[in-house]
């Protein structure tokens, strides 16, 4: 007879198979069972044949993983704890000392701060590029051109950039394409088909998405995702991701797993509430500007019309605002601080609404031409009735001047 512990270790107790319900299981594992060395030598960890250790996956990252792909229309998937980790982890996978990498101006920041950082210190340069500007693409790209990153929309500022162009020109020079895909989503436009019906599928070469977003929807995960369509890149994007370590927790994937089914709702009903705002804000002489890429006097508006104005595409849960450049900065912040329900916080597609102010100044290496002088308000819009929302900004701006 074994110990009294023994036996709660190896316990002899199966449950019968075939258990079925709505939810993912859990599957929690640094360590994984072989049942024999000869299985332990010979199990593959690189493709989603086998198990070995957690952090080269297990049914519940498996799961993810494959839903993932299905949503952005990508045929290889790997799971980083955070969008900045997946962000990192592209160019850590990619880029060597000697190469250059193409980021726009309006990247998320930072995705600049990444390479002004580390990648530099690495021997890895970068430029900027103004996305709204094909031709200033194609004019920095060089013989030293590893990588482009795209964004779409551009942060904060939500300037909608001729995506397939950006592409097209990457490719044309052999550079690889990585996309930003966190505000488009899998759901806006497909990022590897970005011309429906082309022969030949303009695509890009690898998609980061932070799954914090929308595909987590509760402002309570962090998590990102690397998504690719060739074997030979997903492989050199996994053997990094497997190098670093980057892991995610069982309970983090189950969460997200949770909430993707809502996904297309949740986008639907935030897109539709910020185009209202946003047209609402259009209408106050406090905003000289408002950035929302549906509103047809907002920069690229024709670009996101092409490629996302689609009954199932869509424009996400951002705009921004800027302000008459007779308020001043400490007026604009009076502003956010009047706001109730629009909370202050970082981040997005949450069901709470947000509110960040922004100075451009520090964010850009030149101020786009296409926006406005003056202090800049971002708004994330949750799921509060949009009449309760618009009567919080004007509730704020009588505040503010008052
Ligand atoms: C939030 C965000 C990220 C980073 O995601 P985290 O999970 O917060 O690290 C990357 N890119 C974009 C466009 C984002 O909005």
């Known amino acids: 007879m074994s110990a009294l512990s023994t036996t709660l270790i190896h316990h002899p107790y199966e449950a019968p198979e075939g258990f079925a319900g709505p939810a993912h299981a859990v599957h929690k594992a640094s360590t994984v069972f072989f049942p024999t ?10 493709d989603k044949t086998a ?7 297990t049914p519940t990252t498996y799961a993810l993983e494959e839903r993932l792909c299905t949503l952005e229309g990508g045929a ?26 193409l980021i726009p101006d309006n990247a998320y920041g930072p995705n600049k701060t990444l390479a002004e950082g580390e990648l530099r210190a ?12 094909p031709q200033d693409l194609a004019a920095k790209l060089s ?15 939500l300037e909608f950039p001729d995506l397939p162009a950006l592409v097209r020109i990457c490719k044309q020079h052999g550079a690889l394409v990585a996309l930003d895909n966190t505000w488009g989503a899998g759901i806006a436009f497909k990022p590897f088909d970005l011309e429906p019906g082309a022969p030949e599928p303009l695509a890009v070469d690898i998609s980061a998405h932070a799954l914090t977003k929308y595909p987590s929807g ?33 309970n983090d994937a189950e969460m997200v797993l949770r909430s993707l089914p809502s996904i297309t709702l949740r986008y639907r009903a935030h897109d539709e509430a910020t185009r209202a705002l946003a047209a609402w804000c259009q209408t106050q002489s406090a905003f000289v500007q408002v950035l929302h890429p549906a509103l047809p006097r907002s920069p690229g508006h024709g670009f996101w019309k092409t490629l996302c104005d689609r009954p199932d595409g869509g424009a996400a849960c951002l705009f921004s605002v800027v302000f008459a450049p007779h308020f001043s900065q400490d007026q604009v912040d009076a502003f956010c601080d009047a706001l109730q329900l629009f909370r202050l916080g970082y981040s997005w597609a949450g069901p709470v609404s947000l509110v960040v102010p922004y100075d451009l ?20 819009v949750g799921l ?6 618009q009567a919080d900004i004007a509730q704020a701006l009588r505040a503010m001047v008052g």
Request: with cysteine.
């Open 143 to 157: 013989s030293a051109t590893r990588m482009v990153w795209v964004e779409a929309a551009g942060s904060v500022t």
């Open 51 to 57: 198990y070995t250790y957690g952090l080269h996956g």
């Open 218 to 250: 509760g402002g309570d995960v962090l998590m990102g995702s690397v998504i690719t369509r060739d074997t030979a890149l997903h492989l050199k994007i996994k053997l990094c991701h497997m190098r670093l370590g980057l892991a995610v927790g069982a």
């Open 37 to 46: 060395v000869a299985a332990m030598r010979s199990r593959e960890w690189k």
């Open 122 to 133: 690495w021997g890895i340069t970068h430029r900027y590029y103004n996305a709204m500007d």
């Open 76 to 101: 290889q998937c790997v799971l980083v704890p955070s969008g900045l980790a997946a962000v990192a982890l592209v160019a850590l996978a990619v880029l060597k000392t000697g190469d250059e990498l």
């Open 384 to 389: 509060e009735a949009v009449a309760d929302l």
């Open 361 to 380: 100044r520090s964010m850009r290496s030149v101020w786009p031409a296409e926006i406005a002088q003056g202090t800049m308000v971002r708004f994330s």
